[in-house]
């Protein structure tokens, strides 16, 4: 007995001291610096003003392939390059110098056809490209210039060039027009693609058509903020973001009709919105769509947020800002704080966990820059100010109630281990043959929760993920089955 209760409480200890963070921290910087062509082009740069260390601030990731993806605004002066990225073979972790991508002259600011002004968000996609929106903005608040119009550019990740830059038409934007955050929606193929943009303070949530080379824009008072939920306590900050709409994005996997549910929350509230992107794709609905956007249940207190997203499997991470956290929640449950839970949280490291991603290995990522006390106050420049984390999202979610563990399709899909030659053409799914370790992911079936009223279908379609390691190389696959057969499978790279 006695020994039972030493290791009892040896085993609390261990779980407690384990308990701290599960994501883990890769990269961390006081202020940020960048990779000038050579020492003698950053002296002048640091002589001219060109380059302010401290007015940089990293707001968005993503990664792809080895490429760590940074975007910094240009909110003060001095910020030589708003997109950059790391290269993680060379240095996978650190505090690293950001290099302009794909180079430096794409980056000049006031060079509207060819250069990048102020980047956000910025997300990449399963076919290869790399979404950029350009803002066309120097400054923040009442010190913002618009030297450019508003510009999605698109890049190809295999040769690092742009492929297409769509100036957004006057009527996608308002007089007070910002947005922040993008979302990307891939249907059949990689033609078949649209973005979705959150206009937060011109309240509006426009869409482009990759294939239509269009944008059109979608008013709704769900896009509005709440004027209860306009007060913010974080870092030891106390101010109002009164007037934040519509913000975050995120994308649930395809629903029965082929299509997905766009999530998306104004910053300045608790409260939870979605709509099908049936209704989005289709510009003839702009003015005709009231009824289909539907509301879900509030966050519990301290719920603002500002940026999420939404695994294969349905598993939706999003930022915490006012409790240094990550929250998650499991689409096939109701969306209600029961329902909600935290995968980390730390009050020093993860203040203001600016984005969240989840990569093409379920890796999920996460940067925190304590971005009020940058705007507001001042960041104490002897301290770390900027993290980037990484970790599994099945080692997240673990022990959480967004850990699902009801094979909640007919079929129990064990389909990770059928190997790559599972491939296209097989009419059902496969059964398991043997477990193979180098899987990274196992795949889950989902579907989505009839408890809002979002998405009902347990018929619904199937999707298999699969990631190998090999000596060769990685290989990565996505495969949709529905009750009559399979779809289609996609590679990833
Ligand atoms: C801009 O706003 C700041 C505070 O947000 C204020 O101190 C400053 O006076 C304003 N400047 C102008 C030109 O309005
Ligand atoms: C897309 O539209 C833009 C107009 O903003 C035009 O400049 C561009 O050439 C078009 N691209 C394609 C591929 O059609």
Do not use: M
């Given at each position: 007995m006695r020994i039972f209760v030493i290791f009892a409480v040896i085993l609390v200890v261990l779980h407690n001291a384990e308990s701290v963070s599960k994501l883990q921290e890769r990269f961390r910087w006081k202020e940020l610096d960048f990779v000038f062509p050579n020492a003698q082009l950053k002296q002048r740069a640091l002589a001219s003003g060109d380059y302010v260390p401290r007015n940089g601030l990293p707001v968005g990731i993503e990664h792809y392939g080895n490429k760590l993806f940074v975007s910094v605004p240009r909110w003060k002066d001095g910020i030589p390059a708003t997109l950059t990225y790391i290269d993680l073979d060379k240095t996978p972790s650190g505090s690293p110098a950001l290099i302009p991508y794909p180079d430096w002259a794409t980056n000049a600011p006031e060079d509207c056809p060819n250069g990048l002004n102020t980047v956000y968000?910025?997300?990449?996609?399963?076919?290869?490209?790399?979404?950029?929106?350009?803002?066309?903005?120097?400054?923040?608040?009442?010190?913002?210039?618009?030297?450019?119009?508003?510009?999605?550019?698109?890049?190809?990740?295999?040769?690092?060039?742009?492929?297409?830059?769509?100036?957004?038409?006057?009527?996608?934007?308002?007089?007070?027009?910002?947005?922040?955050?993008?979302?990307?929606?891939?249907?059949?193929?990689?033609?078949?693609?649209?973005?979705?943009m959150s206009d937060e303070l011109g309240y509006g949530l426009i869409v482009y058509s990759w294939e239509k080379n269009k944008s059109w824009r979608f008013d709704h008072s769900y896009f509005f903020p709440d004027p209860l939920r306009g007060d913010f306590n974080i870092g030891g900050l106390n101010f109002q973001w009164g007037e934040e709409g519509i913000f975050g994005l995120a994308l649930s996997p395809f629903n029965t009709d082929g299509f997905r549910t766009l999530y998306f929350s104004p910053l300045a509230s608790h409260r939870e919105f979605a709509v099908s992107t049936k209704v989005l794709r289709d510009e003839t609905r702009v003015e005709d769509s009231y009824h289909d956007f539907t509301f879900l249940e509030e966050r519990s207190p301290l719920g603002h947020t500002t940026s999420r997203v939404m695994s294969e499997d349905g598993i939706m991470l999003f930022n915490l800002i006012d409790q240094?956290?990550?929250?998650?929640?499991?689409?096939?449950?109701?969306?209600?704080?029961?329902?909600?839970?935290?995968?980390?949280?730390?009050?020093?490291?993860?203040?203001?966990?600016?984005?969240?991603?989840?990569?093409?290995?379920?890796d999920v990522w996460v940067i925190s820059d304590r971005m009020p006390n940058f705007l507001i106050s001042e960041l104490n420049y002897k301290d770390t100010n900027f993290r980037i984390f990484q970790a599994p999202l099945h080692r997240l979610i673990s022990g959480t109630i967004c850990e699902v563990h009801i094979p909640m399709h007919g079929r129990l899909n064990n389909l990770a281990l059928a190997g790559p030659r599972m491939l296209p053409h097989h009419k059902t799914p496969l059964v398991a043959q043997s477990y193979?370790?180098?899987?990274?992911?196992?795949?889950?079936?989902?579907?989505?929760?009839?408890?809002?009223?979002?998405?009902?279908?347990?018929?619904?379609?199937?999707?298999?993920?699969?990631?190998?390691?090999?000596?060769?190389?990685?290989?990565?696959?996505?495969?949709?089955?529905?009750?009559?057969?399979?779809?289609?499978?996609?590679?990833?790279?």
């Open positions: 968000r910025i997300k990449a996609d399963i076919c290869g490209r790399l979404w950029v929106l350009d803002t066309g903005t120097l400054g923040i608040g009442n010190t913002t210039r618009n030297p450019c119009p508003y510009a999605l550019n698109v890049f190809d990740l295999s040769t690092n060039r742009r492929i297409r830059r769509y100036v957004l038409r006057p009527e996608d934007t308002n007089a007070n027009t910002f947005i922040a955050n993008i979302a990307i929606d891939i249907g059949a193929t990689c033609e078949d693609t649209y973005a979705y240094n956290a990550v929250g998650c929640w499991h689409s096939s449950l109701p969306y209600t704080p029961r329902y909600h839970d935290v995968i980390d949280r730390d009050d020093e490291a993860l203040i203001f966990p600016a984005d969240v991603k989840i990569d093409f290995n379920n193979n370790p180098h899987t990274s992911h196992v795949p889950k079936a989902y579907y989505f929760n009839n408890h809002n009223g979002v998405n009902l279908d347990v018929q619904s379609p199937v999707e298999y993920h699969q990631y190998h390691s090999t000596p060769a190389g990685h290989y990565g696959y996505q495969t949709k089955y529905s009750p009559v057969g399979q779809l289609w499978t996609r590679r990833y790279w």
